[in-house]
C-alpha cells in the first residue's frame, strides 16, 4: 500500500510520489547530523568515552542542500523522483537556516534510521529498474574490521552500555542488504551511496574486545546480483572528511557542483547533456585532486561501479567549463594574436592581448579550436578542435 | 562507407597501439565511433574529430574529413609545426639534476652486495607462512633499473622473482610497502621469461610525489592489461572496455595458450567484476584460481565471481584459499575479500576460521590506498600494518616504533 501523499505517516518522508510503486523511481534517504547531544560542542576537547568526537558545524546543512537539489532536480533525475527520505539532527545555526526542512525532517538516531532505512528497502524492492539514493553527511570512522561506520545521533548516550559502536551502522550492511534476495528479487539495481564522513582508524576501536557496530539488516542469502553499486567517499580508508567553516561540507559541496554541471558529458544516444556515474567520479576525482594539492589531507575515494554511463541527472544544455588560457612566455602576451571558434566555426570572443594572462573565463562545453598569430612574423598556427569539457580545462600556447 | 586507420606518432610514438583506446567524435562531440589504435575503424563521409585519450585523462585530437570510400590516416601525437613542439618542450619544469630519482637511486649492484641506494630505500621481503608474515627477503636483487625522462625511475622485476613486498622508505615518512605478484619460477610458463620483450611480470615505478615524498606504482609489464588497468582507475569506462575486449586480452590468449599470463588476466577479470560482466567471466574466474595456485588474486576474484553468481558456499572455500595464498596484490581483490567475509562472519556462516581470515585481512585493508591499483599501505612494519599510521591520525604521540632489519635491499 502506498504511503499517504502527505507522508505523515512515515517521520522524514519528506516527498512521496509513489502512487504507482511498481513503476521506476528514484528513492532517496538522506542523513545529516551535525547536533550529537551525547557529544561535547565543536570547540570543547573530546573525551576518550566518545572516542575524542565532538559535534559538527556543515553535516545537516550540506545534507539539507542535497536534499534541496534532488527536490529541485526531481523530473530531470535517471528515472523520476519516487521518495526522498530526510533524517536530520541540525545545529541550532543549521535548524535556523533550514526551518521548513528541519521540521519535516526525521531525527537521525539509530531506531528513526533503521526505520527509514526499512522503508526505503520497501520501496526500493518494487522495481529493478529503480534507483537508490544514499547520502550521509556525520560522524563516520573505520570499525574493527575493514569497514565503515556511520555514526548516528545518539550515539554516546551511554557510553558504557554495550558495544560503544552500537549506535552506529556499518556501510557494508547497507549495501549488502539492498541485494537481490528471495524476498526482494526485483529490488532496484542502480545505487548510489554518498559516504560523506571520515574513515579515520581508531586504536581504542580496533583493539576493543565489544566494538560492533548495529547491522542494517539482517542478512539473507542474496541471488545472481547484477547490481550497479557506486559508492562515493569523502575521504580515503584513515583519512577524515573535511568542511567549510560555516558552510558545507567539501565533498558535499564539491558533489553539488558536480551535480550542477561540473560532472557533465555528452550522452551516449546524443541526446543531449548529462551527469552519468562515470562522468561524476571522474570529475569529483579531479577535483578532489585539485583541492588535496591545497590541502593533502582531503582524499576523495570515489568507486563508480557498473555501466558507467547511466544517467544520474540530465543537464539543459552543455555545461560550462572553467577555462583558462596562457600565453608562454608571458613576454610574447602584446605579440600574440588569438582567434578562437566553437564546432560551429563561430568566433568566441577573448579580450587580445590576453589581459591578465593567464586569463579565466567560462565556455559551454563543445569543441573548440584555438588559433594564434605572432604578430612580429604575421605567422599563423592553426589549432585542432579539442574537447572542452567541465569541470576546468586549459590551453598554453602559442 | 570509409575506412579511418591510425597511426601515433610525436609523443605518442612509443605507445603500443593496441593499448590506446581511440574514437571519432562529430564536432558536436557525440561519439560516433570507438575502438583501439591498432585497428581501422569503419564510418560514413564526413568531418571529425579523432581522438586518443591516455589514461592519464591527457587527450590527443586531428580533425579529419572522410571522402566516401576512402581510407584515411589519422595520425595522432604528431607535431605539425616543430617549433612549437621545441617550445613546449622547454617551457616544461626542469627537474633539477640532484633531485633525479635516478641518482638517489643509482645501484651499486654486485653479485654479492644487495642494492643500495643511498638514504632512500627500498627494503624487499617475502611471505612466511600464512595471509601475511613477512621476513627479509635474502636473495641478492639485480633488478633491472631504467631513469625515465621526468625524474622517475622504473624497477623491473621478473616475474619468478620471490619477493612478496617492497617497501620504499623516505626519511621523515612511513614507509609505503607495495605488494608485489610474486611466483615460483616452474610456475610460470612462456611470457614470463626474463627476457627484455616479455610481458610477464612487474615494474616498480617510483616518483616524487607533490609533497616530498615518493610514490611508488606497480604497473603490469602486459601493456596493454597495465594500459586497461589505469583506464579503469581513471574511471574510463569506454576506454577500459574498449581494451578488455580486445584480442590481446582475451582468455584464450591470457589463460589458455602457451605463453600464459595470469596477471594480465587477473587484471582483466578485476575490469569486468568492476563494469559488472558477469557472463563474459565464463569459467575464466575458476581456471584462474585453480590453475595458478601462487596467485592469491585468483582466489579473491573467483570468490568474488561466484558470490555475486549467489553460491555463496563456494564463494567462501574460495576465499578461504587466501590463508595460504596471502594478502591479494591488487586492492580491488582485498577490498571484495573483506567485504564478503565481513558478510559471511556476521552471519555466522563458516565458523571461526573465517573470522580469523578477515581479522587478518582487516589489519590491511583499514590503511590500504585503493586508489591504487596494487595493494599498498604504510607503517613501519609491514606485519603490522598501519601502526605508524595510527599513531598520527589519532593525535597521539608518535612513538618509535622497532623497525625490521632486512638483510637485503638495505637502501
Known sequence: MAAPPDGMTEPGLLYDSRQSRARPGVHALIVGVSEYPHLPGPEADGEEATLQLRRLTSAARSACSVAEWVLANRARLGQPLASVRLLLAPSDTERRESENLCERAAGAGLDQFLDSVAGWRRDLSLCPESIALFYFAGHGMQGAVADQVLILEDFGSNPEAGSVLRKSVPTSSLIAGLAPTEERPDIARRQWFFFDCCRDTQRTIRKAESADPTTAFGWATSLQDHREVSVFNAAISGARARAYPNDLTVFGKALLDCMNGAAGERREDRSGWHVSTGSLGRALSMIGHKLEQVDPRIKFDVQPRGNLRSSMVLLDGPPHVAVTLTIHPSGAVNSTGLAIYDARGTSVNVAVPLDPNPYACHWPAGAYRVDSEDKTSNACKRGEYEEVLPPHWSWVGP | ?411
Open chain 2, 1 to 411: 562507407m570509409s575506412w579511418i586507420h591510425f597511426k601515433l606518432a610525436g609523443s605518442l610514438a612509443d605507445l603500443d597501439p593496441r593499448a590506446v583506446a581511440v574514437q571519432i567524435r562529430d564536432l558536436e562531440l557525440d561519439i560516433v565511433a570507438r575502438g583501439i589504435a591498432s585497428e581501422p575503424l569503419d564510418i560514413e563521409p564526413g568531418s571529425f574529430i579523432a581522438q586518443a585519450r591516455l589514461a592519464s585523462g591527457k587527450t590527443t585530437t586531428v580533425e579529419l574529413t572522410v571522402a566516401p570510400g576512402q581510407e584515411t590516416v589519422a595520425v595522432l601525437g604528431g607535431e605539425t609545426d616543430l617549433s612549437r613542439a621545441e617550445e613546449r618542450r622547454r617551457s616544461r619544469p626542469r627537474v633539477a639534476s640532484d633531485m633525479l630519482l635516478s641518482r638517489m637511486l643509482r645501484p651499486r649492484l654486485s653479485p654479492s652486495l644487495p642494492m643500495r641506494v643511498g638514504r632512500n630505500g627500498l627494503r624487499a621481503y617475502v611471505r612466511g607462512e600464512g595471509v601475511a608474515s613477512y621476513v627479509p627477503s635474502q636473495e641478492i636483487l639485480e633488478p633491472s633499473i631504467e631513469p625515465l625522462a621526468d625524474g622517475s625511475v622504473n624497477i623491473r622485476f621478473p616475474a619468478y622473482l620471490a619477493i612478496d613486498l617492497v617497501a620504499v622508505e623516505v626519511p621523515g615518512q612511513p614507509p609505503e610497502n607495495v605488494l608485489l605478484p610474486s611466483a615460483p619460477e616452474r610456475q610460470v610458463s612462456g611470457d614470463h621469461a626474463t627476457e627484455a620483450g616479455g610481458s610477464g611480470g612487474v615494474e616498480l615505478r617510483l616518483s616524487r610525489s607533490q609533497h616530498d615524498g615518493i610514490e611508488a606504482a606497480v604497473h603490469l609489464r602486459h601493456g596493454v592489461a597495465d594500459a586497461m588497468l589505469e583506464y579503469s582507475n581513471s574511471i574510463l569506462f569506454n576506454e577500459a572496455q574498449a581494451l578488455v575486449c580486445s584480442q590481446a586480452m582475451s582468455a584464450e590468449a591470457l589463460l589458455y595458450e602457451k605463453r600464459a599470463n595470469p596477471l594480465a588476466a587477473a587484471a582483466g577479470a578485476y575490469v569486468l567484476l568492476r563494469a559488472g560482466e558477469l557472463r563474459r567471466l565464463h569459467n575464466w574466474t575458476a581456471n584462474l584460481c585453480e590453475w595458478f595456485p601462487w596467485l592469491a588474486d585468483g582466489a579473491a576474484i573467483c570468490g568474488e565471481h561466484l558470490a555475486r553468481e549467489g553460491k555463496h558456499k563456494e564463494a567462501l572455500a574460495r576465499l578461504m584459499k587466501l590463508g595460504e595464498r596471502g594478502l591479494p596484490t591488487f586492492s580491488d581483490g582485498l577490498g571484495y575479500a573483506v567485504n564478503r567475509l565481513t558478510q559471511y562472519t556476521r552471519s555466522g556462516v563458516g565458523g571461526q576460521e573465517p573470522k580469523e581470515l578477515l581479522r587478518e585481512l582487516s589489519s590491511y585493508a583499514l590503511v590500504a590506498d585503493f586508489r591504487r591499483t596494487f595493494t599498498t599501505f604504510s607503517g613501519v612494519d609491514p606485519n603490522n600494518p598501519g601502526e605508524q599510521a595510527l599513531e598520527i591520525s589519532t593525535g597521539a604521540p608518535t612513538g618509535t616504533l622497532p623497525r625490521p632489519e632486512p638483510t637485503m635491499l638495505e637502501m
